[in-house]
T-cell receptor, first 111, second 117 residues
Framework: NAGVTQTPKFRVLKTGQSMTLLCAQD?????MYWYRQDPGMGLRLIHY???????AKGEVPDGYNVSRLKKQNFLLGLESAAPSQTSVYFC??????????FGPGTRLTVL | AQKVTQAQTEISVVEKEDVTLDCVYE???????LFWYKQPPSGELVFLIR??????QNEISGRYSWNFQKSTSSFNFTITASQVVDSAVYFC??????????????FGKGTKLSVIP
């Protein structure tokens, strides 16, 4: 079991560029989440999915889009990156009531 | 709306001291889950414990213990005989059904613990 994996681990973008972050889990979990972590802010929920083909907005969804075409994958897209999106992004998957598993994180810098 | 407050931003203790990290939460749901995670300097998030709202029994795991009190909406974490390896940021988190079964996880802002040798 690989658990939750994230691709890429690091990325530097220029303002206005686009990119997609990939999250994959092999635990057959229904629930998947994207968070961002900024200094002093803890983790904040961007978008989440309660099953294949479904997505919903979290606390800070602006500037991001997501898709869950396959149960095991949850993609986070930035259409036009901004410096305010410089952050560490964590993906997680969960089958309640167990443990919520986190990926290793993606460090994104937008110049 | 759910909310988690970790009032202690940073704590420093000398090795072998005991330390308690506070967590206070707010939720309207009667069914919810509480979590603690550890984030060491390497950056990954390490699961420590999950507690559901119907289980108020305190738990001990080695040097770690957790005190869950629904009456005060608190879920505090104590490290006994702290070690340098305990230095990390600790997050408390809450998940409830939010009326739509989404189980959104809300994190506190974290407490940075520094254990000084």
């Amino acid at each position: 079991n690989a658990g939750v994996t994230q691709t890429p681990k690091f990325r530097v973008l220029k303002t206005g560029q686009s990119m997609t972050l990939l999250c994959a889990q092999d635990m057959n979990h229904e629930y998947m989440y994207w968070y961002r972590q900024d200094p002093g802010m803890g983790l904040r929920l961007i978008h989440y999915s309660v099953g294949e083909g479904t997505t919903a907005k979290g606390e800070v969804p602006d500037g991001y889009n997501v898709s869950r075409l396959k149960k095991q994958n949850f993609l986070l897209g930035l259409e036009s990156a901004a410096p305010s999106q410089t952050s560490v992004y964590f993906c997680a998957s969960w089958r309640p009531p167990g443990e919520q598993f986190f990926g290793p994180g993606t460090r994104l810098t937008v110049l | 709306a759910q909310k988690v407050t970790q009032a202690q931003t940073e704590i420093s203790v000398v090795e072998k001291e005991d330390v308690t990290l506070d967590c206070v939460y707010e939720t309207r749901d009667t069914t919810y889950y509480l979590f603690w995670y550890k984030q060491p300097p390497s950056g990954e998030l390490v699961f420590l414990i999950r507690r559901n709202s119907f289980d108020e029994q305190n738990e001990i795991s080695g040097r770690y213990s957790w005190n869950f009190q629904k009456s005060t909406s608190s879920f505090n974490f104590t490290i006994t005989a702290s070690q340098v390896v305990d230095s990390a940021v600790y997050f408390c988190a809450l998940s409830d059904s939010s009326g739509a079964g989404s189980y959104q996880l809300t994190f506190g802002k974290g407490t940075k613990l520094s254990v000084i040798p």
